[in-house]
């Protein structure tokens, strides 16, 4: 967290000066110097995955300046690689970005529309000499590449004529080269130190099905080629990207350049977003699916967007993580305390308190009037009114948490224990008188009696006792299964062993099949949120539950010793 790159909010004097991160900063200088007169961003994914939360970042940022600039933003897929890319990705990834709420409206593109334009740029390169085609393999295109230190080498193409080239290249669409026999290269400089610019493939043969042209093209543009295309066919006016493509700027430029786009956009990089023990890549998590690993793409241990979803993560806490990290110019990772964090904000107020007993042990209140039974008004959140209250059943028998109980206690422990005092949340006072076993030696039942006195909310102040604990009432409690997570990947030894492989948590996924929670919880809907009380926040997931079966899932726990970082900037 430690550039200065970022956002700040600095106090001077009375006044509270927002100050702009690096890359509004050179906007706003484009905006002045009339280099443009509006902004328009876009967000180009390849559909060949799932989005994380770094796409978040990605598409936060690009649609947060179009918003905060008054300008536009695009959502365009970077189909031009028919190998890896599917619609489920497609749909997924639409699902996703609108979801965390940006916003394309019916700026929908897709790259792989562009093909027949940016057929005729390569043909338009080929009639200017700058392009030709090349008979050489992938190796040998490596090898006459040179290195760092080396030039490359002229490719033995390089000398065609345009005719040539042209009747060459045609022949390539028209399906007459098989795929790998022939290339079409850019003719920029092979003694460049940049190696991007070393005559770069622009095109290639693969008879290969796309998901959108379906059999139309046996060639396909490289990725360096199409995307300067794409954004410049869109008038995009700030290409944000990624500190990989730095290298591939020039390129870029030389592109559109060569093509005589009358308004080239100005491309910006920022640092990729990484979380620690978190797996972020796309390539990492389609390993962990593919090899079953994970339940699917949406599996609440990944950060794919559908995952944080699912998991309980709202829009706005992930807005809000986003907001925090700002953008930068260096690489680094961000303690995923930190998301933990945001939806701890966003949850603790907003959502009802509610008691869940994970590990259940049954409670007789032994001075409870047999087959009675009372409701009890309970808040729904004592730090915000507004969510009001509602009713829950109380009687002779309960359950509470198997670990709330403890025949012989240590020291400081102030829960049930035989001869000690406590109150069970929102009810009453009760002293524990001791506890059953089965032939196993596992306790039954824990017994107590009641004092009618202590009812909460009676103004009792006659004594007080050290232990508060949550309970749900025997008859009425809803049966549900709760799940558990910790990092998938294990914090103490690294992300990967010495082999590669990543370092996995064997205890990342704990199900608890037999919960109770208290009745109002068996009307939860499919991603419903709440506060278990003492467990964390909880949401229903929206896979695995069914009707008078719910399963929840822990998004987070309550406690955290995280502390969020001084904002750089403030003075
Ligand atoms: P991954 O590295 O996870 O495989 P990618 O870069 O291949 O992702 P794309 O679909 O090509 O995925 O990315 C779409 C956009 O999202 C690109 O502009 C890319 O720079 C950006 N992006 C990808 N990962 C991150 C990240 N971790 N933080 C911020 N932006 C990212
Ligand atoms: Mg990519």
Redesign the pocket.
């Known amino acids: 967290m430690a550039d200065t790159d970022k956002a700040g909010v600095a106090i001077q004097g009375e006044q509270e000066v927002v100050s702009r991160n690096f890359i509004e900063q050179m906007i706003d200088k484009d905006l002045e110097e009339g280099v443009y007169d509006c902004v328009h961003t876009r ?4 559909p ?2 799932y989005l ?1 939360i ?2 978040a ?2 598409i936060l940022l690009n649609y947060g300046l179009a918003q905060k600039y008054g300008g536009k933003f695009n959502m365009r897929f ?1 189909d031009t690689n028919p190998t890896k890319e599917k619609t489920e990705f497609v749909e997924s990834i639409k699902r996703d970005i609108k979801w965390l709420g940006a916003d394309w409206e019916d700026r929908l593109f897709f790259a792989s529309d562009y093909f027949e334009q940016m057929y005729a740029c390569a043909v338009k390169l080929i009639r200017k000499g700058k392009a030709y085609v090349s008979d050489l393999s992938a190796d040998e295109i490596r090898e006459y590449r040179g290195t760092l230190t080396e030039p490359g080498r002229e490719d033995p193409g390089s000398g065609r004529s345009v005719e040539e080239n042209l009747d060459l290249f045609e022949k390539m669409k028209n399906g007459v080269f098989e795929d790998g026999s022939k290339v079409l290269r850019a003719r920029i400089d092979m003694a460049s130190p940049n190696i991007n610019m070393r005559d770069p493939v622009i095109y290639r043969v693969a008879h290969m099905s796309h998901h959108n042209t379906g059999d139309q093209w046996c060639i396909y543009p490289m990725y360096d080629f199409a995307h300067p295309i794409e954004d410049a066919l869109e008038g995009i006016t700030h290409s944000i ?2 500190l990989e493509f730095e290298d591939h700027r020039p390129l870029y430029d030389w592109v559109v350049r060569e093509l005589e786009y009358p308004h080239p956009p100005r491309q910006i990089e920022f640092a ?3 979380l620690t023990n978190v797996v ?4 990492y998590i389609k390993k962990l699916v593919e090899e079953g690993i994970v339940d699917g793409w949406d599996d609440p241990r990944l950060v794919s967007i559908a995952a944080l979803r699912r998991r309980g993560f709202t829009p706005e806490s992930i807005r809000r993580f986003v907001e925090l990290c700002g953008v930068s110019k260096s690489n680094s990772s961000v303690d995923y305390a930190m998301l933990e964090y945001c939806i701890r904000e966003d949850l603790k107020l907003t959502r009802p308190r509610m008691m869940a007993v994970l590990d259940p042990v049954k409670l007789i209140i032994d001075n409870y009037p047999e087959g009675e039974t009372e409701l009890l008004e309970v808040a729904n959140n004592l730090e915000n009114e507004a969510l009001g209250t509602r009713m829950v059943p109380f009687g002779r028998e309960l359950y509470i948490e198997r670990d709330d109980f403890m025949e012989e206690p240590p020291r400081k422990y102030f829960r049930m224990f035989p001869g000690n005092e406590v109150r069970l949340m929102n009810a009453y006072f009760v002293t524990c008188t001791g506890c059953v076993k089965d032939e196993t030696g596992r306790i039954t039942e824990v017994h107590c009696t009641y004092d009618p006195q202590t009812k909460c909310g009676s103004g009792f102040t006659g004594r007080k006792v050290k232990g508060t604990i949550h309970w749900v009432p025997a008859g009425e409690a809803v049966r549900a299964q709760v799940r558990l997570y910790e990092n998938i990947i294990d914090e103490t030894k690294g992300v990967y062993n010495e082999d590669g492989s990543l370092n996995l948590n064997p205890d990342s996924l704990k199900v608890m099949h037999d919960c109770l929670l208290e009745p109002a919880l068996g009307n939860a809907k499919a991603e419903d949120r709440f506060q278990f009380v003492r467990q964390g926040f909880f949401s229903v997931d929206y896979k695995d539950s069914r009707e008078g079966a719910p399963v929840f899932n822990r998004i987070v726990s309550l406690k955290s010793s995280y502390v969020l970082p001084k904002q750089e900037g403030k003075k």
């Open positions: 967000f180009p994914p390849e060949n995955g994380h770094g796409h970042k990605s970077d990207c990624t990729k977003l990484y972020t890549g796309k390539r």
